[in-house]
């Protein structure tokens, strides 16, 4: 009896964490991209960025580095792909979602450092209901109805499992973790401008 | 008074409990348990995903065995393998200079450098280690559901 309440069990982790190519997924999100959300997509230096919005280390890259590399992708220099990751917490997901509920109304960068600027100091406070991300949505200049209800909705919720299992294939260990054309950030670069520049630098994009 | 089936039941309880924290903690959070595992960098991508969902439930299913006290024998057999398993783990880590967290009770995946507990980590294993070999060696005790009491049951 036991070993059927552990073959259940398994059954049933295996099957929650898969991708899912149903789900209601954002638009710029595609399979290929490992369900990324992309901005820029024909540029030709790629990155990819793995982060989770509870992460406090995501926090700082952002504080760090986020205005940078938000005004490549303005510039159109770089294109992007973030990947969300939801496994600090349940608040994680909220905020994920919420965060591509954006990307419409082409708000995503804004909403993105919004997010890190109103991040809890404890993770899994309970401060991030829906609630409290359509506020910092505001904020960060999307007030549309159409972005509220897809937050009150939970519409991008089930994408963020697709997310989750794309890392999970790409070997994501920690957070932040960013790839440059395939290559993995050095790890004292994500809190070092200068060294992040030059990475850039060396690819083209000033 | 025998102080063994008394001590077979404290065993029990302890390693159980261990067991069935451990395993309800990761299985919450599956994506977590997968990246710790990930983290140890011992085993192929997938084949450490699969891992990480399956080991929780194996846990879980052991713990309860040995809580309650049936075929006790072979889940202190299992949970004493694994805490080996865990050692080895922890101890090659250390070795090869990861900075990873166990993620022995949820959490997982690597760390800031000099904030691993390898050490901690790899003691409480072994005394967990050293009580399942007690319990392979002794399974019967108190308020166990053991072969030897339904035989005797029936035998009445």
Same mark, same amino acid.
């Given at each position: 009896?036991?070993? +059927?309440?552990?073959?259940?069990?398994?059954?049933?982790?295996?099957?929650?964490?898969? /991708?899912?190519?149903?789900?209601?997924?954002?638009?710029?999100?595609?399979?290929?991209?490992?369900?990324?959300?992309?901005?820029?997509?024909?540029?030709?230096?790629?990155?990819?960025?793995?982060?989770? +919005?509870?992460?406090?280390?995501?926090?700082? +890259?952002?504080?760090?580095?986020?205005?940078?590399?938000?005004?490549?992708?303005?510039?159109?220099?770089?294109?992007?792909? +973030?990947?969300?990751?939801?496994?600090?917490?349940?608040?994680?997901?909220?905020?994920?979602?919420?965060?591509?509920?954006?990307?419409?109304?082409?708000?995503?960068?804004?909403?993105?450092?919004?997010?890190?600027?109103?991040?809890?100091?404890?993770?899994?406070?309970?401060?991030?209901?829906?609630?409290?991300?359509?506020?910092?949505?505001?904020?960060?200049?999307?007030?549309?109805?159409?972005?509220?209800?897809?937050?009150?909705?939970?519409?991008?919720?089930?994408? /963020?499992?697709?997310?989750?299992?794309?890392?999970?294939?790409?070997?994501?260990?920690? /957070?932040?973790?960013?790839?440059?054309?395939?290559?993995?950030?050095?790890?004292?670069?994500?809190?070092?401008?200068?060294?992040?520049?030059?990475?850039?630098?060396?690819?083209?994009?000033? | 008074?025998?102080?063994? $089936?008394?001590?077979?039941?404290? !065993?029990?309880?302890?390693?159980?409990?261990?067991?069935?924290?451990?395993?309800?903690?990761?299985?919450?959070?599956?994506?977590? !348990?997968?990246?710790?595992?990930? !983290?140890?960098?011992?085993? $192929?991508?997938?084949?450490?995903?699969?891992?990480?969902?399956?080991?929780?439930?194996?846990?879980?299913?052991?713990?309860?065995?040995?809580?309650?006290?049936?075929?006790?024998?072979?889940?202190?057999?299992?949970?004493?393998?694994?805490?080996?398993?865990?050692?080895?783990?922890?101890?090659?880590?250390?070795?090869?200079?990861?900075?990873?967290?166990?993620?022995?009770?949820?959490?997982?995946?690597?760390?800031?450098?000099?904030?691993?507990?390898?050490?901690?980590?790899?003691?409480?294993?072994?005394?967990?280690?050293?009580?399942?070999?007690?319990?392979?060696?002794? $399974?019967?005790?108190?308020?166990?559901?053991?072969?030897?009491?339904?035989?005797?049951?029936?035998?009445?």
């Amino acid at each position: 009896m036991i070993l +059927f309440v552990v073959l259940i069990g398994v059954g049933f982790s295996v099957l929650s964490n898969k /991708t899912n190519s149903k789900v209601s997924i954002p638009s710029t999100v595609s399979a290929a991209d490992g369900y990324g959300i992309v901005l820029n997509k024909d540029a030709k230096v790629k990155v990819d960025l793995w982060e989770d +919005f509870q992460c406090p280390n995501c926090r700082n +890259f952002e504080a760090v580095a986020g205005g940078y590399i938000n005004d490549l992708v303005r510039a159109g220099k770089i294109r992007v792909a +973030f990947h969300p990751m939801t496994f600090i917490g349940p608040e994680s997901i909220l905020a994920a979602a919420a965060a591509a509920c954006t990307v419409d109304s082409g708000k995503f960068l804004e909403m993105h450092m919004a997010l890190y600027e109103s991040q809890p100091a404890k993770e899994n406070s309970g401060t991030w209901t829906n609630a409290a991300l359509k506020v910092i949505a505001a904020t960060a200049g999307d007030a549309s109805s159409a972005t509220q209800s897809c937050i009150d909705s939970g519409k991008y919720v089930n994408w /963020t499992k697709n997310i989750e299992a794309d890392a999970a294939t790409k070997n994501v260990n920690s /957070t932040p973790t960013m790839f440059i054309n395939g290559k993995q950030l050095d790890q004292t670069h994500y809190l070092n401008l200068a060294a992040l520049k030059a990475d850039f630098a060396a690819l083209g994009v000033k | 008074m025998k102080v063994q $089936p008394w001590a077979t039941l404290l !065993a029990r309880l302890v390693l159980g409990v261990v067991l069935l924290l451990a395993g309800y903690l990761k299985a919450q959070t599956p994506s977590k !348990a997968q990246m710790a595992v990930r !983290a140890y960098r011992l085993l $192929p991508v997938s084949i450490a995903n699969l891992f990480g969902l399956v080991l929780p439930w194996l846990e879980i299913g052991a713990g309860i065995l040995l809580i309650v006290g049936i075929a006790v024998r072979y889940s202190s057999l299992f949970g004493g393998a694994l805490m080996l398993l865990f050692v080895g783990a922890i101890s090659q880590a250390w070795a090869r200079g990861l900075s990873i967290d166990c993620g022995c009770f949820g959490g997982g995946g690597e760390v800031a450098a000099g904030h691993t507990k390898y050490l901690q980590e790899i003691l409480r294993d072994l005394g967990l280690t050293a009580t399942a070999i007690f319990l392979y060696l002794y $399974p019967h005790g108190k308020f166990g559901i053991d072969k030897a009491k339904l035989e005797g049951a029936h035998l009445e």
